[in-house]
């Protein structure tokens, strides 16, 4: 396997998986406009060689599919798949001791080698100017790292086997950081390092933090992965690249002797400053907020380092391949963690954490005259309180009967629930609970709701397949287009407050009346985008709606605090405290068309 970013560049480019951009680029804006251009065609890996403004060469779309993350990980994939799932399912090592026994001595050789003396990381001392300066959209608070790996120890038990290594962006420049001398890190507190930064605080002492960027593709891999308990990030990292992470201490600091760049400091936590705008995965900007300052110590660079880098943004990007990968490697993971689950889909196009589709079992109630959610209700509320699950705000959740159920076939899945719920009895709303921090349709910062939209039994109505009679008529909405059977895309009047849009929809509810075959209706800004294809569909519907405060009803009641309707009104209009979506620069686009033409670096490559 790689011992090095560079191995990987020329065995990419040797077997026809990566292309050098011999130009030169400018940072700002251009070489994400290309990475985005190219991902979108299933292109390969771009090697920037001329990167305006910097000595440094970057990568970019090296995860971009799933076959050229195979391709990279060839010798090692396997072996890796069968060591976690044992960690997943430890009984199955003790069944077959003697088929398992070269996992376990491969774990073993895996384990982080300590060096001495200085890494080839460390060849060079460099100023955070130095590095290629990325800003991947136009509203961005400066350049980030957008694939770091994140060193902490905790500081109560320091040591590399009681260490985190996570992937939290890294902003580099604006908003009031000094240049050079401190840089932002965006990090929640429940994750690894805002619990070794809690324990720092504790002891009166900054947490020393080291970033490493680049080396073996393994290691980038490994800041990502949720990996089950008691196999480290480090190890992992060794194992997928078929050697031991490699590493020593200097000032104090861990130091990846694999590493393309290693930025060294500390983080005081009284010390914050604003952190952001960012393009993030949901397609809007997460905003700016205070974050914690890292003080810059040291910042290395080895001999012809290469940094990698991705661009986020409305789903499908990278990160999508990146969820791919990780579900391949940790398999039925989740059947493990959560008893009772058959399968749980987070889906990429309502940018993962918005929208999750999950079967269950349900054993609860087999004699009951009446089939209805029992046990997916207890199963549900595993699956929300649930490591990355507990940041999505809808679940759609049923159980399989005689039919098999794929969450992958979006729309067979979602119809089988519309057919059966009962939505006077099968919505539970958590209210006042955590969501993703980067997802602003909440009450506020990591504010907001969730609702569990669970379905059993037998089919209770057919779906219309085409608009009802009744949208055409309605006063104040227009525009009605069918989005699949049994949801209807509506244009709203433009949000004022929730208030007005609680009255909006009595209204609507009183001029429809019962529709039966119609259990979902969504108002939004643009029926036409909405309703032309279901990706279109999922991102809106759902990055734009907070359950609590979005959720109407026709024909609703409220009863001993449960409420319910007949036909389910998600109101997906934007509203002013929504964070603005994405939108490339026009110029830019056209600026970058200097690449693509005949005789350019890129002048073969089929896009758009």
């Given at each position: ?170 902003q580099l420049s604006g908003n009031d950081y000094e240049q050079d001398k401190e840089i932002g890190l965006h990090y929640q ?406 690449f693509f033409v005949k005789g350019a670096s890129l002048g073969e490559l089929n896009v758009k």
């Open positions: 396997m790689y011992q090095n970013m560079e191995e990987c560049m020329k065995d990419l480019e040797k077997n026809g998986h990566l292309i050098r951009i011999k130009e030169e680029v400018d940072p700002h804006l251009e070489m994400a406009a290309i990475h985005l251009k190219v991902y979108e065609a299933g292109g390969p890996a771009l090697l920037f060689e001329n990167v305006k403004g910097s000595s440094y060469r970057a990568v970019s779309n090296l995860f971009g599919t799933v076959e050229r993350s195979k391709f990279i990980f060839r010798k090692t994939w396997d072996p890796v798949q069968n060591i976690v799932a044992l960690r997943n399912d430890p009984i199955q090592a003790m069944k077959h001791p003697f088929k398992n026994i070269g996992n376990g001595f491969s774990a073993i050789k895996a384990l982080p080698q300590k060096k001495r003396g200085k890494g080839p990381v460390q060849s060079k001392e460099i100023s955070i100017s130095d590095l290629p300066l990325i800003q991947s959209w136009p509203n961005d608070g400066g350049a980030f790292i957008t694939l770091p790996q994140v060193y902490s120890e905790d500081p109560e038990k320091p040591g590399i086997m009681n260490s985190n290594l996570g992937m939290y962006r890294v507190i429940h994750r690894g390092i805002g619990v070794h930064q809690a324990a720092a605080t504790k002891k009166g002492e900054p947490l020393k933090v080291s970033i490493f960027v680049g080396g073996p593709p393994s290691h980038t891999l490994s800041a990502v992965m949720p990996l089950p308990e008691g196999l480290s990030e480090m190890t992992f990292a060794g194992l997928l690249a078929g050697r031991r992470f490699q590493y020593s201490y200097e000032d104090g600091y861990c130091i990846s002797h694999d590493a393309d760049f290693v930025i060294t400091g500390e983080i005081h936590p009284e010390d914050t400053k604003p952190e952001g705008p960012f393009g993030d995965h949901l397609g809007y900007y997460s905003l700016t907020h205070e974050f914690p300052v890292m003080k810059v110590h040291k910042v290395y660079a080895k001999e012809k380092a290469i940094l990698p880098f991705t661009v986020v943004g409305r789903p499908p990007q990278e990160d999508t391949s990146f969820g791919a990968i990780i579900h391949e490697i940790t398999g039925d993971a989740v059947k493990q963690e959560i008893p009772g689950v058959k399968e749980v889909h987070a889906i990429d196009a309502a940018g993962v954490h918005p929208l999750l589709f999950a079967i269950g079992s349900e054993r609860y109630t087999p004699f009951e005259e009446v089939k209805r959610p029992a046990e997916l209700l207890t199963i549900a509320n595993r699956i929300l309180g649930t490591g990355q699950l507990s940041l999505a705000k809808f679940l759609f959740i049923t159980a399989e009967q005689e039919t098999p159920l794929d969450t992958h076939r979006e729309v067979d899945f979602l119809t089988h629930i519309l057919e059966r719920i009962d939505l006077q009895r099968d919505l539970h709303f958590q209210t006042k609970t955590t969501i993703d921090t980067l997802d602003y349709s909440g009450e506020g910062l990591n504010s907001g709701s969730k609702v569990v939209i669970a379905a059993y039994g037998d089919k209770k109505r057919d779906l219309c397949t085409e608009v009802p009679e009744a949208f055409h008529q309605l006063e104040g909405f227009k525009h009605p287009r069918l989005v699949m059977p049994g949801v209807v895309a509506i244009e709203g009047p433009e949000f004022k407050d929730h208030d007005n849009a609680s009255k909006e929809f009595n209204a609507m509810s009183d001029a429809i009346g019962d529709i039966p075959s119609c259990p979902m209706i969504v108002v939004c800004d643009g029926s036409e985008f909405l309703s032309e294809n279901m990706s279109n569909f999922f991102w809106a519907t759902f990055t734009r709606s907070n359950p609590s405060h979005d959720i109407h009803g026709i024909n609703s009641t409220y009863q001993n605090k449960h409420w319910g309707c007949d036909s389910m009104i998600i109101d997906a209009r934007i509203k002013p405290h929504h964070a603005p979506p994405l939108i490339p620069d026009p110029t830019v686009e056209k600026n970058i068309e200097r």
